[in-house]
């Protein structure tokens, strides 16, 4: 992989998922903690970045009152708005300090749902950029992380999961997510595999 065409796409690495007392953590902690994922996504993004690929965080906000999605929630975002996540201008709506962005770095805005192509401007940037692999990484392994797989995968971009840079819900999702789902929309592997496969063009 040629990193001057690569991007990594951090999904929703924020305090209300990645830090205790965040209102979401409790129930990707027990994923988390068994994936090392935490320590392995900054690891990826540090030495992504130092290759020279693209590094995209992509954090989801809603305005105070939730006026972005449905009067009468329902499924995965009846539990953002019944736990109150993601509030613009709330600590737990902020991207993790460990994470924070360098300079060259991109913040995708406006992600208010699943998929990070729906409501914001991440293909164009990856188009201007001249991206051609996007790997991904973030929460939910079986949600957000999903459902932006396959928008990329439809968009003829190479897509790439790394399968321990990712947290969902509960052990049984996580494993089918990355067994069944992945291998049909990406290139599932690890982030050391990914990162001895970013090498510099001529290497």
């Given at each position: 992989m040629d990193p001057r065409t690569t991007?990594?796409?951090?999904?929703?690495?924020?305090?209300?998922?990645?830090?205790e007392g965040g209102a979401q953590h409790a129930a990707v902690a027990g994923v988390m903690e068994r994936t090392n994922m935490l320590a392995n996504s900054?690891?990826?993004?540090?030495e992504a970045r130092a290759a020279?690929?693209?590094?995209?965080?992509?954090?989801?906000?809603?305005?105070?009152g939730y006026p972005e999605i449905s009067r009468q929630p329902y499924g995965i975002l009846k539990g953002v708005f019944d736990s109150r996540s993601f509030r613009a201008g709330s600590w737990g709506a902020e991207i993790i300090d460990e994470l924070a962005p360098q300079p060259g770095d991109v913040v995708i805005e406006g992600k208010r749902g699943l998929d990070c192509f729906a409501s914001t401007n991440i293909d164009?940037?990856?188009?201007q950029?001249?991206?051609?692999?996007?790997?991904?990484a973030g929460f939910l392994t079986n949600c957000c992380v999903e459902s932006t797989m396959r928008s990329a995968y439809e968009r003829g971009y190479k897509v790439i999961t790394l399968t321990d840079c990712v947290a969902t819900l509960g052990e049984e999702e996580q494993r089918v997510a990355i067994e069944k789902d992945f291998p049909m929309f990406s290139l599932p592997m690890t982030h050391d595999r990914f990162l001895a496969e970013l090498a510099a063009p001529g290497d």
């Open positions: 991007a990594l796409v951090l999904i929703e690495y924020q305090n209300d998922f990645v830090k900054i690891a990826v993004a540090r020279g690929a693209t590094i995209m965080l992509a954090p989801i906000r809603f305005a105070e164009f940037v990856l188009r950029r001249g991206i051609e692999t996007v790997a991904l």
